[in-house]
């Protein structure tokens, strides 16, 4: 019997210690939190990483949010031109005279000068004033103008002026006329000529915008030698700039840049007692793209002329 004792104590001791093995609670190598796991799946953790940089030059997904941030602007060419001051040295540069592609000068012999004068310049700058074209004849008056006469010298043969307007298909009519009218001083017929003139216009070329220009002023001795004196021709432009207000019209002068002391045509800028000379015509051209930029860039800063005489405005 004490022989079976102590075989049966044994096995008791055996089992025991295959027990005490197996049970994770006391397995001081963490077998139980292994065993949780094979039974429990583990919650994925979030990713801490930083992502990847984005490359530069990435294009934004137009469904992702934008910035709060303002869009940094980049100004155009145009933009930049309306900003920075418009100089002597700008006008001079042709910058504006893009301007003049659709327009006609209309006029006199004073405007044919301005004709020869750009010609002249085209032989060797073929972009001067544009592709500004000329309607110009010798003593022609604002009565067969404004009575649409065939008085205008065009291509060999003489047209009334709508038919100038309307071959040349003009946009902008740039017109001086009324130097051969100063004689009659009746200043309500010249009132009833421009008015006829524009009427005229208006009615055949409607697409036709209308720029009327002051006279230019003329010597001491023509006045003298035709009984007239400096006051009629300032007489006759304030008639024609009466009449652009009443009708609605553009009037445009710069004569003051042409003028002596005394108000006459200056000798270093004229040909003769009446005509501009070249260096004439050159200021006759300065003023008129100071006046195209002002069309092309109304809030620009024109810093010409210099002071406010003679401003073209």
Known sequence: MKGKGWILGGLLLCGLLFACQSDPAVDGSGAKEAALATAVPRETPTATAAPSPVPAAKTEDASSP????????????????????????????????????DAI??????????SNYVQKTRSKNKSFMGKARFLGTVSMTLWQASRNEPAFDYRGKKIPLTQGLQQTEAKKAFILLGGNDVWRRDWAEVEGLYVDLIQLIRR?????????????PVSENYCRNHSL?????????????RVCAEQGVAYY??????????GYLDPALAEGDVHPSDAGDA??????????ARQMYPDALVLYP???DGDGR
């Not at 980049?74 to 592609?101: C, K, M, N, W």
């Not at 000068?105 to 301005?114: H, I, Q």
């Not at 002068?253 to 003028?259: A, E, P, R, S, V």
């Open 204 to 216: 055949e070329c409607p697409d036709v915008q209308i720029i009327l220009q002051g006279i230019l």
């Open 253 to 262: 002068y710069f004569g003051q840049q042409l003028m002596d002391e005394n």
């Open 306 to 308: 210099p002071t406010e």
């Open 66 to 101: 934008r910035s709060e941030a303002p869009e940094t602007s980049h100004p155009t060419p145009a933009q930049i031109s309306t900003s920075a001051p418009i100089t002597v040295e700008r006008l001079d540069g042709g910058e504006f005279d893009s301007y003049f592609d």
């Open 229 to 241: 004196t400096i006051e009629h021709w300032n007489d006759f432009n304030q008639v024609l700039e």
């Open 283 to 292: 200021v006759w051209v300065r003023a008129l793209r100071a006046y195209a």
């Open 105 to 114: 000068f209309v006029g006199d012999s004073v405007t044919k000068c301005l």
